[in-house]
């Protein structure tokens, strides 16, 4: 019984000494994640830098991106590149599922990989620099400019991974596009897997940077977003920046307009920083602010110099106009549409004109209660009135009343000023005239 006792705890020994803390076997081998489905930017870049970074502290056999991207920003494009060339443990660049595509942008990202595949019926190309990012009207000479640089980049991610660089530049200079089975053909990836699982069996074994992949009975761990990075890239989508544009000006106009309701003034500053975080993060038009910025000044003017809307008229012009260029510097896929566009520049023509304008108009009124609208009202006095003071009834009130003219028994009078609880009052023009 003692033996039996001391192997089985020989036997548990052995079996924690070669289990990870989470229970997982150090000997199963174990790959990560991670899917990028959508443009490429600045929440990307956040998202591939944490898989790399935690894919090395677990010391996986590889991290996989599966990538489906239409393309994206030029400089978030560089930063993935350079964490990708820099990552200490092997990075699988996977286009999929079927029918997916490396367009642009995702050119750049699975060429830079350790290993670079691609599922039937996918496509990778088309990496012009007009469609990953900068303006999309530029003079000759920047275009040029910007299209060699693209051109010796992708050149020099081809050549150290030592895959084809003649088409490399060809899909930057000629927007070149081409399909899995043409890509592997001439040397652009390493290989085409139907799946997941095919993917690992035809990896395994593969050397990388001296190290043996083995991946035929890996586990694949899925790295998911975190919720902050989830909620960045809800926010840099095109659509959410301009409303929450919109937020901004209807919050902080609105609390202007309408001192003391505290709330829009609130949401419009959360609204405002949100939106100067994602601007900073993104190449937005300054002329759009700058034409959006003219629109709000026209519909403001409207409430003081009416001009039959011909001010507002062309601030909703200017705004929309602005709103187009806003995100001109930014590929296709960022552009707002005008079915957008329309409604919301009729729902902030309509916000100005009714309750901003009222708001000021609201402001600027004479005022209609407390002690400051008896001011040149009629009253009648109730004793006799000289320096010594009397009184008065005024919209029904009785009220202590000097005046500096003698003033008898039921005359009537003007309140000229009020000091405290005592008013100041005069006789009225035909009674003075009388006298």
């Given at each position: 019984?003692?033996?039996?006792?001391?192997?089985?705890?020989?036997?548990?020994?052995?079996?924690?000494?070669?289990?990870r803390?989470?229970?997982t076997?150090?000997?199963?081998?174990?790959?990560?994640?991670?899917?990028?489905?959508?443009?490429?930017?600045?929440?990307?870049?956040?998202?591939?830098?944490?898989?790399?970074?935690?894919?090395?502290?677990?010391?996986?056999?590889?991290?996989i991106?599966e990538?489906?991207?239409?393309?994206?920003?030029?400089?978030?494009?560089?930063?993935?590149?350079?964490?990708?060339?820099?990552?200490?443990?092997?990075?699988?660049?996977?286009?999929?599922?079927?029918?997916?595509?490396?367009?642009?942008?995702?050119?750049?990202?699975?060429?830079?990989?350790?290993?670079?595949?691609?599922?039937?019926?996918?496509?990778?190309?088309?990496?012009?620099p007009?469609?990953?990012?900068?303006?999309?009207?530029?003079d000759?000479?920047?275009?040029?400019?910007?299209?060699?640089?693209?051109?010796?980049?992708?050149?020099?991610?081809?050549?150290?991974?030592?895959?084809?660089?003649?088409?490399?530049?060809?899909?930057?200079r000629e927007?070149?596009?081409?399909?899995?089975?043409?890509?592997?053909?001439?040397?652009?990836?390493?290989?085409?897997?139907?799946?997941?699982a095919?993917?690992?069996?035809?990896?395994?074994g593969?050397e990388?940077?001296?190290?043996?992949?083995?991946?035929?009975?890996?586990?694949?761990?899925?790295?998911?977003?975190?919720?902050?990075?989830?909620?960045l890239r809800?926010?840099f989508?095109?659509?959410?920046?301009?409303?929450?544009?919109?937020?901004?000006?209807?919050?902080?106009?609105?609390?202007?307009?309408?001192?003391?309701?505290?709330?829009?003034?609130?949401t419009?500053?959360?609204?405002?920083?949100?939106?100067?975080?994602?601007?900073?993060?993104?190449?937005?038009n300054?002329a759009?602010?700058a034409?959006?910025?003219?629109?709000?000044?026209?519909?403001?003017?409207?409430v003081?110099?009416?001009?039959?809307?011909?001010?507002?008229?062309?601030?909703?012009?200017?705004?929309?106009?602005?709103?187009?260029?806003?995100?001109?510097?930014l590929?296709?896929?960022?552009?707002?549409?005008?079915?957008?566009?329309?409604?919301?520049?009729?729902?902030?023509?309509?916000?100005?004109?009714?309750?901003?304008?009222?708001?000021?108009?609201?402001?600027?009124?004479?005022?209609?209660?407390?002690?400051?609208?008896?001011?040149?009202?009629?009253?009648?006095?109730?004793?006799?009135?000289?320096?010594?003071?009397?009184?008065?009834?005024?919209?029904?009130?009785?009220?202590?009343?000097?005046?500096?003219?003698?003033?008898?028994?039921?005359?009537?009078?003007?309140?000229t000023?009020?000091?405290?609880?005592?008013?100041?009052?005069?006789?009225?023009?035909h009674?003075?005239?009388?006298?």
């Amino acid at each position: 019984m003692i033996m039996r006792g001391v192997i089985i705890l020989i036997f548990i020994s052995l079996f924690s000494l070669s289990s990870r803390q989470d229970g997982t076997p150090v000997s199963s081998p174990r790959v990560n994640l991670i899917q990028i489905d959508g443009a490429i930017g600045p929440t990307t870049y956040s998202y591939i830098a944490r898989g790399i970074g935690e894919s090395e502290e677990q010391q996986v056999q590889c991290l996989i991106i599966e990538l489906d991207t239409p393309g994206g920003l030029l400089e978030t494009t560089k930063e993935i590149v350079k964490a990708i060339l820099a990552s200490k443990v092997p990075v699988v660049v996977y286009v999929a599922p079927q029918g997916a595509s490396a367009g642009s942008a995702g050119t750049f990202i699975t060429l830079a990989a350790h290993i670079a595949a691609m599922a039937p019926a996918t496509n990778i190309g088309a990496a012009h620099p007009v469609t990953i990012g900068g303006a999309q009207q530029m003079d000759t000479v920047m275009s040029e400019k910007i299209v060699n640089y693209s051109e010796s980049y992708i050149e020099s991610i081809a050549s150290r991974r030592k895959r084809n660089v003649e088409w490399a530049k060809k899909a930057v200079r000629e927007s070149a596009s081409i399909t899995a089975d043409e890509a592997l053909k001439i040397n652009v990836i390493d290989l085409i897997a139907d799946n997941l699982a095919d993917l690992l069996q035809k990896i395994d074994g593969k050397e990388v940077d001296g190290k043996v992949l083995h991946t035929k009975t890996a586990e694949i761990v899925p790295l998911k977003m975190t919720k902050g990075e989830e909620l960045l890239r809800f926010l840099f989508h095109p659509e959410v920046m301009f409303i929450l544009m919109l937020i901004a000006i209807y919050g902080i106009i609105g609390e202007i307009s309408n001192p003391g309701a505290i709330f829009p003034g609130v949401t419009g500053a959360i609204a405002l920083i949100l939106l100067l975080y994602t601007v900073a993060a993104m190449p937005v038009n300054i002329a759009g602010f700058a034409l959006i910025g003219l629109a709000i000044i026209l519909f403001i003017l409207e409430v003081f110099t009416p001009t039959f809307g011909l001010l507002t008229v062309g601030g909703a012009v200017a705004f929309i106009l602005g709103a187009l260029m806003l995100f001109e510097d930014l590929p296709s896929m960022y552009q707002l549409s005008l079915s957008f566009l329309i409604p919301f520049t009729i729902l902030t023509v309509l916000f100005f004109a009714f309750i901003v304008s009222a708001g000021i108009k609201a402001q600027f009124m004479k005022i209609k209660s407390g002690r400051e609208m008896m001011l040149g009202e009629e009253a009648i006095a109730l004793t006799d009135i000289g320096k010594e003071g009397g009184r008065v009834i005024i919209e029904g009130e009785n009220w202590q009343a000097i005046s500096d003219q003698n003033i008898t028994r039921g005359d009537h009078c003007i309140v000229t000023d009020i000091h405290g609880l005592k008013l100041h009052v005069k006789l009225t023009d035909h009674k003075e005239e009388k006298v």
